[in-house]
């Protein structure tokens, strides 16, 4: 295993880690030596110690996957030649602004755990690659699926009407490509917990990696929730995304309590 490691206990500031009292806060983000390329009080989690160094091939490479698949949201689209074109154009924004807001909170999560961890081994790598695959393979049928959905809530005259079988279909892949994302992120996690010792972890880091491949294995159940309606009621099953912000939520209330606690006890 090869990874990047300070050995500085830095903890960071995360406003949703972040304690009723600002004072403790302050208290527990001064009480430790930050690393240069970063300023105090703009460090980015206050529980969690970054072990990433200097920015990798692979998270460079990771960072032009993604940029690509950001480019391939609207390399289809051609410069509009007169106003209609210009005002379909137009009506594209809110899709592309759901998926591209998709593919940064995708980018956000592996930049997050790069930074946490700096696992560099072949496994990491493997499970980075896959990731990298299965982003750049589902942008098209991300796309088409907000696409419709928007042309259906606007009633556009050219929006396109799918069969119920093909309608069960596209849910279908979309559920499969969202599950296959956070699988691999509680695989990466996982990982990462089984190297604790390695790492270094203190209490409150092990809890707060318990906690992430808890909220990777909720995502994967809500899209399999979404297959399944996708199977007998294609139109329920955009639907049941929706659940991610109460269930993350309520998650991140209860298990962030235990990781304030473990931190106040160093």
Known sequence: MSRR???SPHKAHDPAHSTADPEHDAAIATSHPMPSEHRKG??????FRWRGGE???????CDVVFGF???LLVVSLEVPRNYEELMAAMRGFVPFAVCFAQLIMIWRAHYIFSRRYGLEDS???????VLLFVVLFYVYPLKFVFTLLFQQLTRAANSA??????????MRIYAAGFAAVFVLFG???LHAYKLRRQLELDAAEVQETRNAIQENVLMVAIALLSFSFAIWYPALAGW???LIGPVLTVHGTIFGKRVRLLAAAR
């Open 42 to 47: 703009l460090l980015p989690e206050l529980y």
């Open 5 to 7: 490691h300070d050995r």
């Open 240 to 242: 049941t995304y929706a």
């Open 161 to 170: 009407d799918l069969s119920m079988w093909q309608a069960t279909v596209v």
């Open 187 to 189: 695989l990466m996690y």
């Open 123 to 129: 496994y990491t790598m493997v499970l980075n690659v």
């Open 69 to 71: 698949a950001l480019t």
């Open 55 to 61: 920015i990798t091939r692979l998270e460079a490479f």
